[in-house]
């Protein structure tokens, strides 16, 4: 079955760079497409974005300028990048693999992780 | 962007009672709404999509309903393991955007 898996740094500093990778098996990562959401301690889920195997990605309007997200095929990973973090960009991270049909629900999702922006 | 309000922020119910959890759309997803349960410390999990499609695996005792911009997740008979967080979340347009969540705690 479907598995992801989150990694990266649990602490960033304020203004560095976040930066996370997940780790699917149990599938490959061509022919679907995969999304990051997180979620502030003690609040509700926000979607980031997402990227097709391809490589064609689509991000929150609020989060656009400083968001990248990417994929290796070869590895079977996808990554997140959020530059210039502050301390609202605390959350647990959460890797997702979008619905086979093409419909943005998530039935697949990674444990997730959290991340820290302090100094 | 589409604003999904939950209502309400809290539900209490005792167990084996029916549970009625809703959500409103600011403007029509048709029938691209999906429902999520949460539990402390873990991902979410995918109830329903569609509107009142069951995912695999899920009970039949949760149930979806609606379509446009109102929408009703029910819980006919709750069970220990229901009590839990509930989003739901549209995916008509992008961006994708969540309510803020329901709290459904035993009464």
């Known amino acids: 079955q479907v598995q992801l898996q989150e990694s990266g740094p649990g602490l960033v500093k304020p203004s560095e760079t976040l930066s996370l990778t997940c780790t699917v098996s149990g599938v490959s990562i061509s022919s679907y497409y995969w999304s990051w959401i997180r979620q502030p301690p003690g609040k509700g889920l926000e979607w980031i974005g997402y990227i097709y195997y391809t490589g064609n990605t689509n991000y929150d309007p609020s989060l656009k300028s400083r968001v990248t997200i990417s994929v290796d095929t070869s590895k079977n990973q996808f990554s997140l990048k959020l530059t210039s973090v502050t301390t609202t960009d605390t959350a647990v991270y959460y890797c997702?693999?979008?619905?086979?049909?093409?419909?943005?629900?998530?039935?697949?999702w990674g444990q997730g992780t959290l991340v820290t922006v302090s100094s | 962007e589409i604003v999904m309000t939950q209502s309400p922020a809290t539900l209490s119910v005792s167990p084996g009672e029916r549970a009625t959890l809703s959500c409103r759309a600011s403007?029509?997803?048709?029938?691209?709404l999906a429902w999520y349960q949460q539990k402390a410390g873990q991902a979410p999990r995918l109830l329903i999509y569609?509107?009142?499609t069951r995912a695999t695996g899920i009970p039949a005792r949760f149930s979806g309903s609606g379509s446009g911009t109102e929408f009703t997740l029910t819980i006919s008979s709750l069970q220990s393991e229901d009590f839990a967080v509930y989003y739901c979340?549209?995916?008509?347009?992008?961006?994708?955007?969540f309510g803020q969540g329901t709290r459904l705690e035993s009464k």
């Open positions: 979340q549209q995916y008509n347009n992008w961006p994708v955007t």
């Open positions: 997702a693999r979008i619905d086979s049909s093409g419909y943005y629900f998530l039935a697949h």
């Open positions: 569609g509107a009142s």
């Open positions: 403007q029509s997803v048709s029938s691209n």
